[in-house]
C-alpha cells in the first residue's frame, strides 16, 4: 500500500535554508505537494511537482523530485520566522478518485 | 480564490451528544474529504464523498456517518460523542482525486 515518510521535526536559524525531506511508496504517483499548516488554522497548498519533472522552482521555495528513490524534498531559501509551521507532503494517484495520502508532517521552527 | 469554510471554529460537547460538522465549498468541486489531525498522527482520513450522495469509508470511520444531499455540502456527524473524538477536524475539496486539496480552517472539537 502506499505510505509517505516524513521526518517529524526541523530547526533552523533564520536567514539559512531549511530542506524537509520525504519518501513515499506509490510509483504510480502522478503529482506530488507541499502542504504548509501554521498554527490553529487550515493546510495551504504551496507547491506541488508532476512526476515527470524533476525540479520546480517558485519564489524562495525549491521542489526536487528523485523518481527513481521515491525522494521528493521541500527547500526554502532564506527561511524566515513566519516559515515556521507543519509543513506535509502529499503524493496523488493517478488511480480516478483515490484521495491524496498524506506523511504526518514536518514541524519548522525557526530561530531568531 | 478557492473557499472552504466550516461552520465553527472551536465547538464543546458533552460525551454522549450528537453533533455536526458542516463543510461548505464555492467551487463547484467533486470531491470533498473529513480528515482530523491530531499530535504526532498526522492527518487521518475518515469519509470522502466523490459526488452527491456517495460516500467511502477512509482509514477511521468508525463512530462518525456523513451526509452529502448537496454538492457544495458534506456534513460530519458524531452519532453519540465521546472524549477519544476531542479533536481538530479538517475538510478539504478538490476537482479530481488526485488533484489539488483545498483545505477548511478546521473545527477544534473538544468532547467533556
Known amino acids: 500500500g502506499e505510505d509517505v515518510e516524513q521526518s517529524l521535526f526541523l530547526s533552523v536559524r533564520e536567514g539559512d535554508s531549511s530542506v524537509i525531506n520525504c519518501t513515499y511508496t506509490d510509483s504510480s504517483s502522478t503529482y506530488l505537494y507541499w502542504y504548509k499548516q501554521e498554527p490553529g488554522a487550515g493546510l495551504q497548498l504551496l507547491t506541488y511537482?508532476?512526476?515527470?519533472?524533476d525540479m520546480k522552482q517558485d519564489q524562495r521555495l525549491t521542489v526536487l523530485l528523485n523518481k527513481k528513490d521515491k525522494h521528493l524534498s521541500l527547500r526554502i531559501a532564506d527561511t524566515q520566522t513566519g516559515d515556521s509551521a507543519i509543513y506535509f507532503c502529499?503524493?496523488?494517484?493517478?488511480?480516478?478518485?483515490?484521495?491524496?495520502?498524506f506523511g504526518k508532517g514536518t514541524r519548522l521552527s525557526v530561530i531568531a | 480564490d478557492v473557499k472552504v469554510t466550516q461552520s465553527s471554529r472551536y465547538l464543546v460537547k458533552r460525551t454522549g451528544e450528537k453533533v455536526f460538522l458542516e463543510c461548505v465549498q464555492d467551487m463547484d468541486h467533486e470531491n470533498m474529504f473529513w480528515y482530523r489531525q491530531d499530535p504526532g498522527l498526522g492527518l487521518r482520513l475518515i469519509y470522502f464523498?466523490?459526488?452527491?450522495?456517495?460516500?467511502e469509508k477512509g482509514d477511521i470511520p468508525e463512530g462518525y456517518s456523513v451526509s452529502r444531499e448537496k454538492k457544495e455540502r458534506f456534513s460530519l456527524i458524531l452519532e453519540s460523542a465521546s472524549t477519544n473524538q476531542t479533536s481538530m477536524y479538517l475538510c478539504a475539496s478538490s476537482s479530481t482525486g488526485a488533484g489539488e486539496q483545498y483545505f477548511g480552517p478546521g473545527t477544534r472539537l473538544t468532547v467533556t
Open positions: 464523498s466523490y459526488d452527491v450522495k456517495m460516500k
Open positions: 502529499a503524493e496523488g494517484l493517478n488511480s480516478g478518485n483515490t484521495p491524496l495520502v
Open positions: 511537482i508532476f512526476s515527470n519533472m
